[in-house]
């Protein structure tokens, strides 16, 4: 559980943040009641914009701990992180410490959020990466998918948030990943790489399916 400090720090920066999209985007939340009152599950989210993990802070009825890439603790964003509990991941290496600090807020029924594909890919889905997956499945938790549009237009060079910007998040239905490789994710094992992928591609899929067509990308076949 989080220390008392960071669940103060959390509910500041959370309000703070629905005040400034109350003031200057037109933002809709939709299957927010789909989301489990309790127990450890992994959010999954597509990522256009800097933006979208503050969002979800906003909107998600519970609280979040995100999962970042290590070049965000640069900046005024390292400022930021700790305040809200995120934690960073180093992309393309086994990063054991944050398997390790995911997997035990997991374990201590939080909801951990994963970008898959790993940075912004801009108006459609990119090739997610396939460690979401892995720790998903390992971890045994619902899988919560979650489309996320507009937010690359409020900080655009036309100042849109004087027209207030739509941002909507729509949140699907949580589901477990359905496999046959159920022996291989012991934590002794290794999942073979065509599991990875299946799982992997399930996860994009619901996500994909969340989205308009124009924003599918990759994945433009869910």
């Keep these: 559980m989080p220390s008392r400090g960071l669940a103060v720090s959390y509910q500041i920066i959370r309000w703070s943040i629905r005040l400034a999209m109350l003031l200057l985007t037109r933002t809709r939340i939709y299957g927010r009641e789909l989301v489990p009152r309790s127990g450890g599950a992994m959010v999954v ?14 909107v998600f009825p519970r ?5 970042s890439k290590i070049e ?4 005024a ?3 930021f992180m700790p305040l809200v509990g995120a934690f960073t991941v180093r992309r393309g290496k086994v990063d054991r410490e944050a398997l390790r600090i995911a997997q035990a807020a997991l374990d201590a029924g939080r909801l951990l959020c994963v970008f898959p594909e790993g940075t912004r890919s801009g108006a459609g889905l990119a090739e997610a990466h396939g460690g979401a997956a892995l720790l998903a499945a390992k971890a045994g938790v619902p ?13 655009s060079r036309r100042f849109p948030w ?10 699907g239905e949580p589901f477990l990943l359905h496999t046959l490789c159920a022996d291989s994710l012991s934590s002794t094992s290794r999942v073979r790489r065509d599991d990875r992928e299946h799982m992997t591609d399930e996860i994009m899929r619901r996500i994909a399916a969340l989205l308009p067509p124009e924003m599918r990308g990759y994945y433009n076949h869910a």
């Design 45 to 58: 989210c597509n990522h256009i914009a800097a933006l979208d993990p503050v969002i979800l802070i906003a």
């Design 63 to 67: 609280p979040l701990v995100l999962m």
């Design 72 to 75: 965000n603790a640069r900046g």
């Design 77 to 79: 964003l390292k400022f």
């Design 143 to 155: 899988i919560i998918p979650v489309a996320i549009t507009g937010t690359a237009k409020i900080f």
């Design 162 to 171: 004087v027209g207030f910007p739509r941002v909507t998040v729509t949140i």
